[in-house]
């Protein structure tokens, strides 16, 4: 089991009836109503330890801190239709911290944009599907990133235009902990804040961790909550985790109406294999051999 | 052309309700009526160059062509990446408007010099990059713009030459404007410096020079085309730019003359070498200062040709201004 | 008394006793203890408005709404010697919203770091005193700006080199309101705080104006306070125009050891002249003819 | 070159006590014991490139020499205002380190494809350019930008060519490294594609063409000697450079060749011209895939020269990835 291949998979019909829903997508299949995200969150932890043991990269341990965020989102709350990607009443999702492209490449296939077999491609020689989230060629993908500190002022664009076209879906960025030091983000805060973008939720995934040491050794962020706060957000704080508070949390932001989310996801960064926990060294190692075989034991489905 | 600008851009966002200004809190007095009139195409996103740029990439994606604006350095230094990630990688509608090209703003420092932003920004993929050369043309540049796909530069300076289009002309992105013909030397300008190339070229006829004009508004894509013709046809090429000597518009018409091999019988570039000026000063004084005025572009040009012309005091400018040589 | 030209003025001596003092100053004066920082801050005003007004340039409102401030930081609370402008051990000044430079010369003149005469070359063809603050050939100046959002992070290093080498100096960095919409600030307050650089003092122009509307319309700041001391600072707002308390403040600062101060400056752009107060057009505007008069009329010596 | 990098300047670290290093939150494994024997001279600023650069800034005007790590764009685009006002206009001893020049993240993704840094950088006043051509070039440019005032640049890229320094050799800022000698053509590389241009140089040798190889790992200031002296001594220039062809080295010295008027008998400039890459892979798949591999090289230089060559599969690619003509 030691060989980096995917095995079929069944795509999982994601796509949830939406709390804030406009009605039936354009794609014809119908909604249904519970999902079952955490086989999904599985699968896609999975697929992110193949990826990245496959192409030798880095950040498995970063998709792993979000694959349960990824799986609430794409299988409970984002209301989009994989047979018409580009169909204008969907929700926007923004991955802004970027390095964690396999997980979004991996939830996407698993939610039926494109065929888990392209997963294969992954950091390969010719292929679209670059270390860092891309949209071109990739359907599902809304926003190229990489870069941190993007994500956030491009969705606020998207959610005043939603806004000021009185269209009714909402825009998810999901950030790390350590972007948070770029001073970009905090102009985008401000500005969605003052110009009361309800339809704006920004999820942090507060893993504690950045690339060298801790947040709270780099540039400590608490209180942290109080900063949203300060610049006029509505804030939660969740276990990152867990999927019934992910999934209450997130289908029914806005917390107050007039002003912009912020869901601060309490995770842990390597999440689902023990000895990725907690591990700045996972930020950049890649699961080879036996680390691999233990790792995807680790992640098998349980009996 | 900062005027010429607003004008049209009032016209055409009054056409097409896609159309959309954000200014990262600047224009006052001068998009005021544009804000009041448009209320919902119009937003100061605050003093945050690099969000104002974020935005108009998400607002560009949901349909609209989002034009940003600020002076100088402010809407493309202080968001360069933003401008390359999200705007242009993005083929995004955005549209990024500078208002005081060059040393329009002179007697305001160095923050406020415009002068590396054509080299800075045609290094990039996916962008086109326009810095017209008097009002007539940034107002047909905006409209050309509006029409261009995806991220595009408009570079505006505050020198105020009477525009001299024909009635009858036509603006094209990536085509130069034959502003005066002639066989002797080819000027090429791009800015509004175009207005010191043409009262330069006027002063060169009395001294029996006939020089060609092209306005070369559009830096990216170029029109080799004219250049290479200019080659071929006239009696060599001078470049003339407020702007560095290095890798601006005279080192792309070096490109393209030595990638073609079409070498040009007498070449010379002039722009700025002397680095940052903190000396300050108006804009004239500034171009004077730094051999951009149109006294020094006559010596220059009669130099290179080899020609004597009415030398007063301008010799010692000239050397130190427009040296040639590396 | 419309043409703009300088009357001679005496030069005030205003090095005054530091609060934290390390001992004299290199030039050899003797510090006084008590400066008319009044006085300094009228004439201050007389010369920005004349400055302004001869070189035909903007941001006359700016510097009125820092004069106070910058009377007393050089009269009563900087450590500097004119006669020996690049001492080691002085206090370090750095002006972040440039744009209101002249403000920055005149208090330099003023404070004999330069002739009072050489403030008629503000804004002219040749000159090295540019609109916004530079300081090349001009003693005194630590920092040119011009570009908003600069400042604070040249400050946080140089008070980050003063720690490291257990020097006792301190910097200060005076900023505008509409600056904080800046991000590039945000990242070194969060540094600044990390860092524990209770050397460091930002005092914020908090004028209510940007250059086209207030700053409530633009991106309100409020709760501002709570915004500083969330990423950590400690924080005192006081009357930017009081100079009892603009004195103790600054002179007292740090207000905690361990901690950055934020002092929020609460002032009135335009102060000084009835007719440029709390108005935006002042931003730009150049006092000419009889509204030249009528200014330096206001900024009179009063009987 | 990061590790010969990060070697030197911890030689230079240990006899210095004023050389200090900040990394925005990158350099696992590679700063750590740096970090751990210096920990006066050592700061993580987090990811935070603005302020990292304006605190090195502050600390460079307190005495020291200050340098500033990251990848790719990040040190540089993401603060170029921060560069030009800050560190350039003050002269600043800040020194900026961008790891991963060219395609050496090539599968990271177009955000760390550092692909137009060179252009950007040499149009700001007051700063020095250099991207090394393999280790030993790394580890003396980090001795030199120390010993050069103000603000320097340096690219490191990952490739990892064998360096070719003689025992004897003085490595000098701002002068081209005669890699190889050769009279039919010149060939001018910067950065780690060095090693490309000597294997192709190789190559070469067996179809009978001899080819002088410059390391021209100072792009600002240029040594424009060694480019007239190429001119005039060789059969041509033929530049290569992981990086856009507009405004780069090739640029650089177009201009040097067209501003003294010694005109290469020959001359192509291989470099990227087909924008943004949305494909990725490795350096080495991306350099075979825009021409910048050995096998183009070589091509090209042949197609220059009117020279046949063994060619199979080739020509496809030369004419897609290095066509000359604009
Ligand atoms: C602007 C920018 N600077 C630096 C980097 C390099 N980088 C990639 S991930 C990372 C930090 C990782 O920590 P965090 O942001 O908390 O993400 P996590 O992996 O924990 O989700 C950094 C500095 C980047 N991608 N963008
Ligand atoms: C980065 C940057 N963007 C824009 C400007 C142009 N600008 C000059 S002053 C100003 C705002 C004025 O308001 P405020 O910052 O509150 O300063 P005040 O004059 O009230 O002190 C702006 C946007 C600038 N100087 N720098
Ligand atoms: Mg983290
Ligand atoms: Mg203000």
Redesign the interface.
């Known amino acids: 089991m030691s060989a980096a291949r995917y095995e079929s998979s069944t795509v999982v019909d994601t796509r949830a009836h939406h709390a804030n829903g406009t009605g039936a997508r354009p794609g014809g299949h119908a909604p249904e109503s519970l999902k079952d995200t955490t086989a999904l969150a599985r699968r896609v932890r999975q697929h992110v330890v193949r990826m990245t043991s496959k192409?030798v990269?880095a950040h498995v341990g970063s998709c792993l801190s979000i694959a349960d965020i990824m799986a609430v989102l794409y299988g409970e709350v984002l209301n989009v239709d994989p047979a018409v990607p580009q169909w204008t009443e969907r929700d926007r999702f923004i991955l802004s911290k970027?390095h964690a492209?396999a997980c979004v490449y991996a939830t996407l296939a698993e939610s039926g944009f494109f065929p888990i077999s392209r997963l294969d491609d992954h950091?390969?020689?010719?292929?679209?599907?670059?270390?860092?989230?891309?949209?071109?060629?990739i359907p599902g993908v809304?926003?190229?990133?990489?870069?941190?500190?993007?994500g956030?002022?491009?969705?606020?664009?998207?959610?005043?235009?939603?806004k000021?076209?009185g269209q009714r879906h909402r825009v998810f960025v999901l950030m790390s902990d350590?972007?948070c030091?770029?001073?970009?983000?905090?102009?985008?805060i401000?500005?969605a804040a003052?110009h009361k973008l309800d339809n704006l939720i920004a999820i942090v995934d507060y893993n504690k961790l950045?690339?060298?040491?801790s947040v709270e050794e780099?540039?400590?962020?608490e209180?942290f909550a109080?900063?949203w706060?300060?610049?006029?957000w509505s804030v939660v704080e969740i276990d990152g985790h867990d999927h019934a508070s992910l999934k209450s949390t997130l289908s029914s932001a806005p917390i107050e109406s007039g002003k912009p989310t912020c869901v601060i996801a309490h995770t842990v960064k390597g999440k689902g294999v023990s000895f990725m926990e907690h591990s700045?060294l996972w930020?950049?190692r890649t699961a080879c051999g036996d680390e691999y075989d233990a790792a995807m034991l680790e992640l098998e489905p349980p009996l | 052309m900062r005027d010429a600008f607003i004008q049209r851009l009032t016209d055409l966002a009054e056409s097409d309700p896609r159309v959309m200004l954000i200014t990262a809190d600047l224009g006052f007095g001068v998009l005021t009526k544009f804000a009041e009139r448009f209320p919902k195409q119009y937003l100061n996103a605050g003093v945050a160059e690099q969000n104002m740029t974020g935005l108009a990439t998400g607002l560009a994606m949901e349909g609209r062509t989002v034009f940003t604006y600020s002076i100088a350095n402010f809407p493309v230094l202080r968001c360069l990446e933003q401008i390359r990630n999200d705007a242009c990688y993005h083929d995004a509608n955005v549209k990024i408007v500078a208002i005081g090209g060059g040393f329009s703003y002179g007697s305001l420092g160095i923050s406020h010099h415009a002068t590396e932003d054509l080299s800075i920004l045609r290094a990039l993929p996916s962008i086109t990059v326009v810095a017209p050369g008097d009002a007539w043309e940034a107002a047909e540049a905006t409209t050309a713009i509006l029409n261009t796909p995806g991220t595009c530069y408009l570079r505006l300076d505050r020198s105020s030459m009477k525009s001299t289009n024909l009635a009858s002309e036509r603006f094209q992105l990536g085509r130069a404007r034959l502003a005066r013909e002639g066989r002797d030397i080819t000027l090429i300008a791009t800015g509004g410096i175009l207005g010191v190339g043409l009262k330069a070229a006027e002063q060169l006829a009395e001294h029996g020079i006939e020089c060609r004009v092209l306005s070369m508004h559009t830096i990216k894509p170029l029109d080799t085309q004219a250049i290479l013709s200019a080659c071929r046809e006239t009696g060599g090429i001078v470049t003339l730019e407020e702007h560095t000597i290095e890798g601006g518009l005279g080192g792309a018409v070096a490109e393209t003359c030595l990638d073609a091999g079409v070498i040009p019988p007498k070449f010379r570039r002039i722009g700025l070498r002397a680095g940052f000026s903190s000396i300050v000063g108006s804009q004239e004084y500034l171009r004077e200062r730094y051999g951009l005025d149109e006294r020094s572009v006559v010596a220059a040009i009669c130099d290179l040709l080899g020609q004597r012309f009415d030398k007063d005091r301008n010799e010692s400018r000239i050397s130190e201004g427009v040296a040639a040589e590396a």
Chains 1, 3 share one sequence.
């Open positions: 192409g990269s970027g492209g950091y390969q020689n010719g292929s679209n599907l670059s270390g860092h989230v891309s949209h071109k060629g809304e926003l190229s990133t990489g870069s941190l500190g993007h956030l002022s491009v969705g606020a664009g998207m959610a005043l235009g939603a000021t076209d350590g972007e030091d770029e001073g970009s983000n905090w102009e985008a401000l500005f003052h950045q690339s060298l040491k780099t540039l400590a962020l209180p109080d900063k706060r300060s610049f006029g700045v930020h950049y």
